[in-house]
C-alpha cells in the first residue's frame, strides 16, 4: 500500500483510468494505481480534483487536509451505506458505565508509563532537574490510579502528568534549539512539528479504526468532550508519547530539525515549516512506523501494526473475547528502538517529492 502526500503549493491530485496522479505545475510527478493508496495527506495550498475526491471516498481512502503549521484543516467524509460494523455493540457496551472507565483507566496508565518511559530514553546521556521530578511524579500517579473513581478524574491526572511531562521535555529540548535565547519563537517551532505529527498519528489511527468498522466517534477517555473523532484521540493518547513527542525530541537534539528549517514569524503569518522541512518530516515519520520493537503481549511487531494490534485488541474487549484491554506499553530494554524494518512486504511507501 502507498501513502501520499502532497506538500509543495500547487500541487494537484488528480484521476484518470483509476490511478491517481500528482501533478505539480503541469508536471505527472507520481502515478499509482487506487487500489494501492491506503491513505492521502494535502499540506497547505494543495488540491484534490472532485474526481480524486469522489474516488477516494468510494475506496474509503482517507484524506486530511493540513495547513503548513500542521493544524487541521479537514477531513473527506467517507460516505457509508451502512453503520459501522461495530457500532451496535459500541452503543451496547457504553451503556455499562464499567465500560469506559476501565478502558479510560488502561488508556491512562499507559500514557503515565509511557511518559515516564520517553523521559527515561531522552535523559539518558543528559539528565535535567525537572525530567527527574517528572518521572518520579509519574511513579506516583501510577500508583494512585486506581482512586480516580470517575472518567473525568482520570482525564485530571492525565492533564496533571501532560504539564509535567512536557516541562521536562521543553527543559531536555532548551540547549538543542537554544530556547534560553529566543524561548518563544523556538519553542512555537517545536509546537508546530508536534501538532503536525499528532495530526499525521490521528490521520493513520483514523484509517485503522475506519477500515476495522468502528465508530470513530464513539470513545472511551474521551466520550464527554467535544472532539468529533473520539475513539480516535483514545488511542492517541497511548502512542503520541513515543511516536511523536520522542520523535520530534530526537529529530531536535540530534540537530535534524534545526531553527533554520522554520519560517521566520510575522504579524500575519506563524511559524511553518518549509516544504523541504515536510518532506524531511515526513520521512522520518514513516521510518518510525517502519521501526521494529517488541510488544509487550504480540512479540516483534512495527509501530505500524502496533496500532493496527490495538485496534483489534480493543474490539476483542468489546465483544467479550478477552476479559479487559491491553494497552501499549513501552519497554525499557536494549531492544525497545531498533532500526527500521526492512523488505516489508505488505506496505510501501511513496513520498511525494515535488
Not at 521535555?169 to 534560553?180: C, S, Y
Not at 476495522?212 to 493518547?237: K, M, R, T
Request: some cysteine; proline content about 5%.
Amino acid at each position: 500500500m502507498t501513502a501520499i502526500y502532497m506538500t509543495e503549493p500547487g500541487t494537484c491530485l488528480k484521476v484518470k483510468h483509476h490511478y491517481f496522479q500528482v501533478f505539480h505545475q503541469n508536471k505527472l510527478c507520481l502515478q499509482v494505481h487506487s487500489s494501492q493508496v491506503s491513505k492521502i495527506t494535502l499540506f497547505g495550498n494543495c488540491h484534490l480534483q472532485p474526481n480524486a475526491a469522489s474516488l477516494a471516498q468510494s475506496l474509503a481512502i482517507p484524506v486530511l487536509f493540513l495547513d503548513n503549521q500542521g493544524n487541521y484543516l479537514g477531513r473527506l467524509q467517507l460516505e457509508s451505506l451502512h453503520p459501522a460494523k461495530y457500532f451496535p455493540q459500541q452503543i451496547k457496551r457504553a451503556q455499562n458505565p464499567n465500560f469506559p472507565k476501565t478502558i479510560a483507566e488502561s488508556i491512562v496508565r499507559a500514557y503515565l508509563h509511557n511518559c515516564g518511559i520517553v523521559l527515561l530514553r531522552l535523559s539518558a546521556n543528559h539528565s535535567t532537574p525537572k525530567a527527574e521530578i517528572a518521572m518520579e511524579m509519574l511513579d506516583l500517579l501510577i500508583d494512585d490510579l486506581p482512586m480516580a473513581d470517575s472518567i473525568h478524574a482520570l482525564r485530571e491526572y492525565s492533564t496533571t502528568a501532560a504539564s509535567l511531562y512536557y516541562q521536562a521535555i521543553t527543559e531536555l529540548l532548551a540547549k538543542a534549539f537554544n530556547f534560553q535565547c529566543t524561548c518563544r519563537p523556538h519553542s512555537h517551532s517545536i509546537n508546530s512539528v508536534l501538532r503536525l505529527g499528532n495530526a499525521l498519528l490521528n490521520h493513520t489511527i483514523y484509517g485503522f479504526v475506519q477500515s476495522a468498522g468502528l465508530n470513530p466517534n464513539f470513545g472511551n477517555l474521551h466520550f464527554y468532550c467535544q472532539d468529533e473523532l473520539s475513539l480516535i484521540e483514545d488511542f492517541a493518547v497511548e502512542f503520541r508519547p513515543f511516536l511523536v513527542d520522542e520523535l520530534v525530541a530526537n529529530l531536535a537534539i540530534s540537530q535534524i530539525l534545526t531553527p533554520d528549517d522554520f519560517t521566520r514569524p510575522s504579524q500575519q503569518d506563524a511559524i511553518s515549516l518549509y516544504p523541504a522541512t515536510l518532506k524531511k518530516f515526513i520521512k522520518h515519520w514513516e521510518e518510525k512506523l517502519q521501526t521494529e520493537v517488541t510488544h509487550l503481549y504480540a512479540g516483534k511487531l512495527s509501530y505500524r501494526r502496533c496500532l493496527a494490534w490495538q485496534v483489534q485488541e480493543y474490539i476483542a474487549y468489546l465483544l467479550g473475547d478477552v476479559e479487559f484491554y491491553r494497552p501499549m506499553l513501552l519497554k525499557w530494554d536494549t531492544d525497545t528502538a531498533i532500526s527500521p524494518v526492512s523488505n516489508q512486504p505488505t506496505e510501501q511507501r511513496i513520498l511525494v517529492k515535488v
